[in-house]
């Protein structure tokens, strides 16, 4: 794998004709440091995000040795990995899904949000007595830019049997939940907390494990989240008051904040008109998040000798396909000079650039390097983030 200081670096050796993944692994490795010496509990991290190697490497050697999986393929992949521990935390799986983990790849915990799911999981692992079972709780998506709770989740009286039914058959009974991808404010958590709460006291049961899922943000453009430290001073403060023992464990499952920043996308211009470029990557591909859901990420123009005191103008970006529907409208800050032929990088596209794209058109093929600069946004630096305790 190609190393270069710079995305100006790699452009000038490569020139390169198709999209180039830019890998920053450590940027994945901070990341996972300050999870683990800050969150309260277990880190696990969700595969679906990034199964990029050279990113999976640095969150593997900064210490997470735990991953939340959702498909057989997930797990199979993952799984290679050595000494790890996997969670099956997606809360409708088919029966073969179930066997394969359990039977195969010795995968003690799954989630569930149904008495049908629960059914499937107790007949397909033969009644198991050592099952770790998490009930998957609907709780208000404030401030998330991709709401979860409409899919998945069971509240009020169904979910109180469903944790009493749950606690019957488990070893370790569990509640997750998840506030919703890209969370901005942490308040978010400390309600889904109380929510927790509520049913814990109302079905009256003994919880063995707290999973509040993902949702931890990123820095985009359009998107500044309040500190992660913000985040872990609620989620502390929310458990402390949960009913539940000293012994109870406290799960996360960051993706996004994990690997957001550790990964860029560098583009070139086949076409201008006027205040829109016209890209060789695009909604089909690692821009999904632009394209479909608004995301305005961090964009600089790759050009040697650039002036840096030239004005930046917006711009909107078309993707390569023959669809109408591959656009990204920014805006796009870019000098006025860009033009057909120049390269453009696209920030902190770690998160789900990767896992999303396709080969529509003919289209998808990506070069892969790394790059051993900072990333163009970081909620990691020390002005930005200032480092707490673990304790």
């Given amino acids: 794998m190609e190393k270069f200081s710079s995305a100006l ?18 940027a994945a490795g901070r990341a996972a440091r300050w999870f683990a010496q800050n969150f309260p509990g277990e880190v696990a991290y969700a595969y679906k995000a990034n199964s990029s190697v050279f990113l999976l490497g640095a969150l593997y050697g900064a210490g997470i040795t735990q991953f939340d999986v959702a498909s057989v393929v997930e797990l199979e992949d993952a799984a290679t990995i050595p000494g790890v521990r996997l969670h099956f935390m997606h809360p409708v799986k088919s029966r073969h899904a179930i066997r394969k983990a359990y039977f195969d790849y010795d995968i003690k915990c799954f989630a569930l949000d149904s008495e ?3 059914q499937k999981i107790v007949e397909e692992t ?10 998957r709780i609907a709780v208000p998506a404030k401030n998330s ?7 998945f989740g069971v509240v009020g009286q169904k979910a109180q049997r469903l944790l009493v039914k749950t606690r019957q058959v488990a070893d370790e009974l569990g509640i997750t939940f998840h506030v919703g991808s890209q969370t901005t404010t942490p308040d978010a958590y400390a309600m889904a907390f109380e929510e927790v709460k509520k049913l814990i006291v109302k079905a009256g049961v003994v919880v063995d ?3 509040v899922g993902g949702g931890f943000p990123s820095r985009y453009t359009d998107s500044v989240p309040a500190r992660l430290s913000e985040f ?3 989620i502390k403060a929310s458990m402390a008051k949960m009913p539940v023992t000293d012994q109870c464990r406290l799960i996360c499952e960051p993706g996004r904040a994990l690997v ?3 990964e860029s996308l560098i583009v070139k211009v086949d076409l201008r008109k006027g205040d829109e ?3 060789n990557d695009g909604g089909y591909g690692a821009l999904f998040d632009s394209a479909q859901l608004g995301f305005v990420f961090p964009v600089r123009l790759i050009r040697e000798g650039l002036d840096p005191n030239e004005p930046l103008v917006p711009f909107e970006f078309w993707g390569p396909t023959c669809d109408s529907i591959d656009h990204m409208k920014g805006p796009f800050l870019l000098p006025a000079s860009v033009r057909e032929g120049d390269y453009i990088e696209i920030g902190n596209i770690g998160a789900y650039g990767r896992a999303i794209s396709t080969r529509f058109n003919g289209y998808g093929a990506y070069h892969d390097v790394i790059l051993q600069d900072e990333p163009m946004y970081s909620i990691y630096t020390e002005e930005d983030l200032p480092i707490a305790s673990k304790a």
Avoid: Q, S, T, W
């Fill in 277 to 279: 470029l016209y890209i």
């Fill in 232 to 234: 872990m001073e609620v």
């Fill in 116 to 118: 049908d799911e629960l």
């Fill in 209 to 211: 494990a707290i999973d």
């Fill in 9 to 26: 670096e790699m452009v000038k050796a490569m020139k390169p004709d198709i999209p180039v993944f830019a890998a920053r692994p450590h």
């Fill in 145 to 151: 830019r991709i709401p979860l709770e409409r899919k």
């Fill in 260 to 262: 957001a920043e550790a």
């Fill in 126 to 135: 033969g009644g198991a007595k050592d099952l770790e079972l998490f009930v």
